[in-house]
């Protein structure tokens, strides 16, 4: 499976942004897929996930009622709808399939990296003041 993260640029605080994860291969509608963020000079952290047939959501607390994750198993594509954005929001975003598929967890088990096994490259997302 490859995954492409695209939708990134630069916008002024208080905009929004549509990302989007295109994946290739039958696996993608099978798997579980996250959204994780590294900002300029810092880790990787998690912002969202959702389960293989888009039922459940699950959010950093962060992110929670701003940003908003779905899918579209059709399209083989992912969505990360971000709204309201802060400087703060600067980062490379990346998408990642989670490596069991057919999976429901709890959001500790979609954060954890190491629970992912494809990732796409990021999208730079750059936020003004």
């Known amino acids: 499976v490859q995954l492409q993260a695209s939708g990134g640029g630069l916008v002024q605080a208080g905009g929004f942004l549509r990302l989007s994860c295109a994946a290739s291969?039958?696996?993608?509608?099978?798997?579980?897929l996250g959204w994780f963020r590294q900002p300029p000079g810092k880790g990787r952290e998690f912002v969202a996930a959702?389960?293989?047939?888009?039922?459940?959501?699950y959010y950093a607390d962060s992110v929670l009622g701003i940003f908003t994750i779905s899918r579209d198993n059709t399209k083989n594509t992912a969505y990360l709808q971000l709204n309201n954005l802060r400087p703060d929001d600067t980062a490379d975003y990346y998408c990642?399939?989670?490596?069991?598929?057919?999976?429901?967890?709890?959001?500790?088990?979609?954060?954890?990296?190491?629970?992912?096994?494809?990732w796409g490259q990021g999208t730079l997302v750059t936020v003004s003041s």
């Open positions: 959702i389960t293989w047939d888009g039922r459940r959501t």
């Open positions: 990642g399939l989670i490596r069991v598929p057919y999976t429901a967890g709890s959001v500790q088990y979609y954060a954890a990296w190491d629970n992912y096994a494809y």
């Open positions: 291969g039958r696996a993608f509608s099978n798997h579980a």
